[in-house]
């Protein structure tokens, strides 16, 4: 490691305390609400240090904006490219495949729930600490590590002198199936071979001529105020679909069944959540769609930084996730929306069966890894760029490719080194906190029993 690299070196009952604090202050509710959701959430975290970070995005910003963390990346952010829109909780396992609105098959950064405006070093730096926690897990050499991460920064930085240097039609760049080779385009063409009828036929069954969701541990059927309330949000919801993006079609939208929905992933759990089923296109069975209605959390990097300008340009939660999303990426999910329901903002997206996960399991050599993290580099150069003055927002009135251009300079190899050193000195902190937080968490110290 570098002389000068940033130490994240600290006394282990005061961790404890921070770990058990950061988590109450961002679940105590949802814990309260749902003790059982928590006690899955958090058996998950317990899993291996990698769980435990993706579970955890409010520890990693309560370190950057500590007292002793407030100065690690000041030497790359200047007033511009330390307020840009961030995806707030990049890790390797965040990308994936969608369906974009104008019907291609596209690789991207996923989950959105926690965008919020930050220092555009903040994505770059929990994702390779998330790379170096997956090095360690698969017992690769420090210098291997270093490499990889020196690989992703390359990737992000030659996407952002492509957007500088291209024409207007640059800020189409995305990751399809003709310009992606390995695991990343193995990840589209399992997107392209799934069909919509596979997935409405896993989650619903047919009756009377018409489909309705079937009955199984993950779904409730609503009393009928409930009911009535979710049917209510959801027609707000469609006021909120882009004009442009709304079909023409009578019958598309008519809904068909409404349940309660659980079994989400580490970042939902404890949030209420209900499944849509609307008609499709026609009257064909085939094309009917599954929206999730889904409460939006409070993004952890809101809890650290100053939210005064931010949080009045928007109506709620629900209205921020995608707003964020609308930004991030330049062609979304058709159907995303938001709608409130109980004074409560949702966000409404379509469950796609074209949603395919990068799948790490079989990544094990340092060179097949490269290649897939160059890629992500570029992708999430990509989500940067595309939420500039560009993009329908004006939170971020600048071009985003100039201002961290601006910011690295001729630094390229220095920012690819101290990058390095800010992923291994931090997966180490992961790793120990990981320690504290099971020990703790069986010690009943984290809000929820662990039995």
């Not at 997206?349 to 990544?363: A, F, N």
């Not at 340092?366 to 939170?395: F, M, N, Y």
């Not at 906190?433 to 020990?439: K, Q």
Request: charge should be negative; proline fraction near 3%; glycine fraction near 8%.
């Amino acid at each position: 490691m570098s002389a000068g690299a940033p130490s994240f070196e600290a006394d282990d009952e005061a961790r404890t305390q921070l770990i058990v604090d950061t988590l109450a202050d961002a679940f105590a509710p949802l814990m309260e609400a749902d003790p059982v959701a928590f006690r899955g959430k958090y058996r998950t975290m317990a899993r291996d240090p990698h769980a435990f970070y993706r579970g955890s995005a409010g520890l990693f910003y309560a370190d950057m904006t500590a007292e002793q963390g407030q100065a690690i990346d000041d030497a790359w952010v200047d007033e511009r490219s330390g307020r840009i829109w961030v995806h707030g909780d990049l890790h390797v396992e965040n990308f994936g495949t969608y369906l974009s609105d104008d019907g291609r098959l596209v690789f991207d950064v996923n989950d959105f729930d926690e965008a919020y405006l930050g220092r555009w070093t903040w994505d770059l730096m929990r994702f390779a600490a998330s790379l170096a926690l997956v090095g360690w897990q698969k017992a690769l050499p420090e210098q291997d590590v270093r490499d990889l991460v020196g690989r992703y920064v390359a990737g992000y930085l030659d996407q952002i002198e492509d957007y500088r240097g291209a024409a207007d039609d640059a800020a189409e760049f995305a990751l399809h199936l003709d310009n992606t080779e390995g695991p990343v385009h193995h990840a589209l063409v399992q997107a392209r071979q799934r069909r919509r009828a596979d997935l409405l036929d896993e989650s619903t069954v047919r009756l009377d001529g018409v489909r309705i969701f079937r009955d199984d541990p993950s779904v409730r059927r609503l009393p009928d105020e409930e009911r009535a309330a979710v049917e209510e949000a959801y027609r707000r919801y469609l006021d909120t679909i882009p004009e442009d993006k709304r079909p023409r079609r009578r019958l598309f939208h008519d809904l068909r069944d409404v349940v309660g929905k659980s079994g989400f992933g580490i970042g939902s759990a404890g949030l209420p959540a209900y499944n849509l089923l609307i008609e499709g296109n026609s009257e064909a069975l085939d094309n009917d769609v599954v929206l999730s209605m889904k409460q939006a959390n409070v993004p952890a990097v809101s809890r650290f930084v100053d939210t005064g300008a931010v949080d009045g340009y928007f109506e709620h939660e629900g209205h921020r996730t995608v707003v964020s999303q609308r930004a991030l990426q330049v062609h979304t999910d058709p159907l995303l929306g938001w709608t409130e329901l109980d004074g409560v903002g949702y966000v409404v997206s379509e469950v796609s069966p074209y949603e395919v996960d990068l799948d790490w399991t079989g990544l094990t050599e340092p060179d097949e890894i490269a290649a897939v993290v160059g890629l992500l580099g570029r992708a999430t150069a990509k989500i940067h760029c595309a939420s500039d003055e560009d993009s329908e927002q004006d939170l971020v009135d600048f071009q985003v490719e100039e201002a961290v251009a601006a910011s690295v300079g001729d630094r390229r190899a220095e920012l690819q080194e101290w990058l390095a050193d800010v992923a291994l000195a931090y997966a180490d902190r992961v790793r120990a906190d990981h320690a504290l937080f099971v020990a703790a968490f069986r010690e009943g110290r984290i809000g929820v029993s662990s039995t």
